[in-house]
């Protein structure tokens, strides 16, 4: 799937200053941006779509990672990170993300720093249609309960938006989601 | 077949009288009332809502704090909205986080209907099959000293203690309503910024 992306989305001439990143991918760049940004945990509700990024940061040492029942826990337990210490990201599909709504009131009201990356379904060449209706509602209940809500919907731009992202979560308190479009993310294959 | 219960606050207060530094995360309801009635501390980290959060809240507080001791106090009903954290936890392995279930087999914030617990559900069993390290059932404030020395000695693993208290509802000991601000406190207490 992401090879596919990559032929749609070249990464080169957007990236003049990162010129390693020209042969890479952008699952690979946003894991550097989050490690960047001081990201040293992680939780998840797997997705093909964040595969690499799951992968990334189980293979890094200096990353605590916890798999997720629900998505709902990875809300909590990074608010509890934070009360330690760590800042935390949260990776979730979209048909998760009605999951945490009320789990949400924590970051929102108590003004945790949380960054959320959602990979959308029921948006663009979706096959299920089950994934439509959750798809559909996303941004409208992520901004319901208070979120502050981004979309991407190219590599560049989401490793552009998640970088910026967590300087906002983390360093102004806010509690955000990037929704990472599933125009980007290509169709499934079976 | 009426089995012995505690009396939650006297119990909560003999865990939180030998703490020494372990910090601690309260599940919404009667136990935060119960921690906070044993005295307002900056380590203690209270919930007002976001119901089933608080064993996570521990896990993540415990993984960000290897050296130093959790302890999450919260109620069956709580912890009932959580029962896939079990699982979680079990796997994330923390050998610095301790549940204590504090079970009167109750939602008593809402008018004292059954719940789960009363109906068979055992957290303690629950939580063995998960895997945690150390399991136990409790019924009596002498078994909670026994705990209290225990919960000194190092674990393997998560380890989850349900205490069978007494179905009451005790005057409330209201923790500080500002999240922000409670918050903060915990973190300037591990010497955070606050922002």
Redesign the interface.
Known sequence: MTASVQAKHPETAAVPSAPAASERQWPDQVYDVLKAAGISHMSYVPDAGHTTLIRLFGADPEVVTNVLTTEEEGIAIAAGAWLGGKRSVVLMQSSGVGNCINMLSLPVHARFPLLVLVTMRGEWAEFNPWQVPMGQATEASLKAIGLRVLRAETGDDLVETVAQAAAMAFDADQQIAVLIGQRLLGKKKW | MNLPTMDRRVAVKKLLDARAGT?V?TGLGSPSYDVHAAGDRSDN?Y?W??????A??????????PEKRVMVITGDGEQLM?F??L??IS??RPKNLDLIILDNQHFGETGMQSSHTGRGIGFDKVAAACGFSETAELRSLEEVDTLCDELRRPAEGPRLFVLKITAENLPRSLPPRD??E??NR??AH?G?AT?
């Open positions: 910090l995360v980290y919930l809502g976001a119901m089933g959060g608080a996570l809240i521990g896990l993540g507080l415990a993984q960000a704090q959580a896939g954290s699982a979680t796997v994330a999240a922000v409670v918050k915990f973190r591990l955070f922002c």
